[in-house]
């Protein structure tokens, strides 16, 4: 069971009261991309075993939509951030690079 | 004119605690930019209370204003006063982007009494919320979920807490309390 802290109520909220929103940081490619971006945009997702990025959002309180980084083996949470935001804030990047040296997610590391 | 009721009018269980179904509320949702001084001084003008800190619930002359999110408030009053509030709210923030809305009928409230442990006892049975007094101390306000359905709770002292839930479960909300309070099924943890 995860608890996450919603970066905008500042409290731990139980899996349950959250609702699951897939990978996080995706380009949306819409009309006018090609095809190779638009397949990529609905179907490629990452599915790792360690550090990951997902989009939550908090249902059953503030219904505000925000992002969480955690290990999917361990499942430790590294830290949430709110969703305004297209990539994970250098500091919680750091915290991951102490604790999973050389990791690495799409672009990120 | 019909009469307005409450979702279970005198709704009521003794166990462990006291269930009640607390009658006619006035809830008045309203959202706008909560950090805009123009939206935090039209509401101090109409209902005399400053926007609550983050999660907190402030309570004045038979009025509260409660943080639902950052960039809702829910505003309790007498049942009465809630239409003539959502006037004079919209008037006072007219020119602010904003939302006033008379929820009273559709939200059911009941009030929680006795022992602060055995309430506290109660409602961990249905939320996976923290409910030690530190996590969840009186002028906090906690939205979650009760079983299967939403709900927000406060205490407005150690003895008394209060759940609202939508009116269209108030009757599953009333059987979840009783029975997580039934007498005998006390798990005593927060004692
Ligand atoms: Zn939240």
Redesign the interface.
Known sequence: MLILDCPYCGIACDETELSPGGEAHLTRFGPGSSEDEFEGYLFMRENPRGVHFERWRHAHGCGKWFHAARDTMTMEVFGTYPAQTTEPPAELRKTISEKRPGWSWRDFS | MSDRISALPGAASSGSIRVEEAGLQGMVTIRGDLGDKGVSDALKKVVGLTVPE??QRGAGDGMALLW???D?LMLTAAHSEAPDLVTKLGDALSGHHHLVCNVSDARAVFRLTGEGAAIRDALAKLT???LRPS?LPVGMV????LAQV?AAVWFEDEGTATVVCFRSVAAYVFGLLANASKPGAEVGYFR
């Open positions: 983050k999660g639902m999110s950052p809702e996976p919320a923290d996590a906690r939205r979650t979920r939403a």
